[in-house]
């Protein structure tokens, strides 16, 4: 038994979601102002709070077909907002935002070992795919929509350019 590359999925995770100080999700947030959250640019079509929502919603989505029974529904509480509100408040974002990304490792940390990684899981759109895959999804997803974010805080910020 070997659990290699769970333990080096398990860092990029982490450091997708947290742990590289200038590139992931988390450090993507540090210079947003109180007014930034909700904001959309000029011919945008989401904030940064709405682009975490919807980080949030992929992890527990995620987790909850790949590892649990697989009954929750995109489109309804508590993987939207209730009162039909486009994002939850900033606060209660980001909890659950965190919680959502300590359930989804918690699950890829239970696998006991690297050939697990190759057994077929539930998806939210009805198809199965390798558990690797899946984490290897949610890695790209955390440093995706940091770099959107990024780029949505400097438009909004007026700071898009380069500083040389």
Known sequence: MTRIAIETLVWM?????DGDSDQSLIASIHDVRDQDWEMI???GGRSIA???EHVAWAKWMYQDYAFSNGTL???VPPLIPSEGAQSRPINELLDWLREGHELWLSSVMSLEDDEELDLLRGTNWGTKLPIRDLVEILIAHDFYHAGEINHLR???QQTDRWPY
Request: no cysteine.
């Open 13 to 17: 995770t982490y450091q997708a979601f």
């Open 41 to 43: 640019p000029p011919n």
């Open 50 to 52: 709405d682009i975490l």
């Open 73 to 75: 529904r995109g489109d």
């Open 154 to 156: 400097a438009l909004i």
